[in-house]
């Protein structure tokens, strides 16, 4: 979702992505003739935290900090709070701390509970450091061998729409206008 981000940023319009063990495929509307500032080092510093303090990984591990701290109690003498009531207080008090309190003790222990769960990050970096200076872009005539099982996987996920959407919508409006165009027929009489 980073890399989609950055596409958005940069006008590129993203309009989905999919990855396995091996590939990692995004594709939008605009082609992308240098996927260098995509795939920076940099991503994991400043793009990196922000998703991650968004995210549902980190809220559901403040969830549990909280439940373990005493903030929210899941019973109470003779009765049992659902999952859904826990975490909506959870999510609240989450929304309220980050906003009035972003270096509270308890989402520091969040944060610290999250990146034991996430992947190694520092690994994730170290790999991008390596491929920036090895990147190799190649605009392909037709699709690779090595793309296939990624390529059978696309549709699985999509970014939030926004501007594709709205192209979209443009380039559907001209297909239409020119089927429907009449200047282009054959003269019947002829």
Do not use: C
Not at 5 to 28: H, Q
Not at 34 to 45: F, K, Y
Not at 132 to 161: C, F, N, W, Y
Not at 173 to 178: D, I, P, T, V, Y
């Amino acid at each position: 979702m980073l890399i989609t981000k950055r596409m958005e940023d940069r006008g590129l319009m993203p309009g989905g992505f999919v990855a396995n063990d091996y590939s990692l495929a995004v594709w939008g509307l605009k082609p992308v003739t240098d996927p260098a500032p995509l795939l920076s080092p940099d991503i994991l510093q400043d793009e990196f935290i922000d998703w991650v303090q968004g995210s549902y990984l980190l809220r559901r591990a403040f969830r549990e900090v909280a439940v373990i701290g005493g903030l929210v109690e899941r019973q109470h003498p003779g009765k049992r709070k659902t999952g859904k009531q826990v975490t909506f207080s959870t999510d609240l008090i989450y929304d309220v701390l980050r906003k009035y309190e972003p270096d509270h003790l308890l989402l520091e222990a969040a944060w610290a509970d999250a990146r034991t769960q996430m992947t190694d990050a520092g690994r994730l970096g170290d790999l991008l450091d390596e491929a920036a200076g090895r990147l190799a872009h190649v605009t392909l005539e037709r699709v690779s061998p090595l793309a296939v099982p990624v390529m059978v996987m696309i549709g699985r996920e999509a970014t939030p729409q926004g501007s594709v959407d709205d192209e979209l919508l443009l380039e559907a409006e001209s297909l239409a206008a020119a089927a429907m165009r009449v200047d282009d027929l054959p003269d019947p009489g002829q």
